[in-house]
């Protein structure tokens, strides 16, 4: 498939003995699927000289893409992109500000987001995303039912295109503006019916995308994404996402949130890939600002709480179907296997990306 969207996320040091863990462990779940792939080697124990092995074409190799990395080329124009996707976010801990692992109350936030494009031009592609979810959490209040989430518009330029051959990768520029229609404040006794931030987010992105061909002549298709995202203030009125009770009123001002995500994408045979996401982000600090009135004797608190910076590692290995060129399916999950100030999870999700 010619485009692939990205799933969204939707934190000192993090201690050396929880990180070395994490990281052993996915250095060795990653060592045992690499060495499932067909490799040169074999080819070499059957007798296959280097020259011998013929490459495989672009034509031949199917793609679903990654489960986060965006795609940076852009439909044609005329065409269309739907991709839903379906994902479970399970919180099992939290990394603490020192980064060390610490236990947390089990959640699930199932959830499903839609990317629907459309190729305006050969170089550029517009895009809206819904989403929606619901919570579910052990020990407490479940939403009261499927909520709608914050919806984002996007458009995609296309500065560059691979060709084979060339040092030269695609490359795209990504302006996105997501619009605060999630609930977010006003939740009554049920904060769990947030999912929305309640701000209006631009994020600018860089999305790169290069082909290598492997010793055994398959091909190995690389992203590469930068992407900063800003949001306005926004205004609270009692208990909301942001931690606040009954009798707030004031404002909120959600930090800069910078992403890095770098993919790969095995082409096994035609139809079979296995992918893998590599992503970092960064979280400036969140300010919250108001005064809190006590509803029983009518006080007045002044509240101004910073909530700290925040980074997280994660890691997201799939499995793609291409039942054709045009429509595959996915299956994974995304792991964030180290952090600081923020949620140990692990997601699962799959997809199917349909071309038309």
Known sequence: MCQRSRFVRIIAYPGQRTLN???????????AIVGLLPSHAVAAEE????????Q???DDAWWTGPIIAAGAGTLPQGHALVEPYIYDVIRYGRYDNDGDERSAARTHSYGSLTYILYGVTDRFTAGLIPTFGYNNVSGGRDSSGIQLGDVSVQGQY?????????????VSLVVQQTLPTGKYDRLGENVNDGLGAGANTTTLALYSQYYVWMPNGRILRSR??????????????????????????????PGDVLTIN????????????FAIDLIYQHDASTRVDGLQTDPATGNIQRIDEDFGSAWRFGVAPAIEYNVTSRVGVIAGARWFVA??????????????????
């Not at 863990?21 to 060592?31: E, G």
């Open 21 to 31: 863990l994490n990281i052993s462990r996915l250095y060795t779940s990653i060592v």
């Open 224 to 253: 590469f994404n930068v992407s900063y995202a800003l949001s306005d203030d926004v205004d609270i009125e009692d208990v909301s996402v942001y931690g606040t009770n009954a009798g707030f009123r004031g404002t909120a001002s």
């Open 339 to 356: 952090g600081r100030n923020t949620s140990a999870t692990i997601t699962p999700v799959a997809a199917i990306n349909m071309v038309f």
């Open 158 to 170: 296309r500065l560059t295109q691979f060709q084979q051959g060339s040092p030269i990768p695609t």
């Open 47 to 54: 007798g296959q000289s280097t020259e011998a092995v013929s």
């Open 56 to 58: 495989q074409s672009l």
């Open 262 to 273: 770098s993919a790969w994408e095995y082409s096994i045979t035609r139809e079979w890939v």
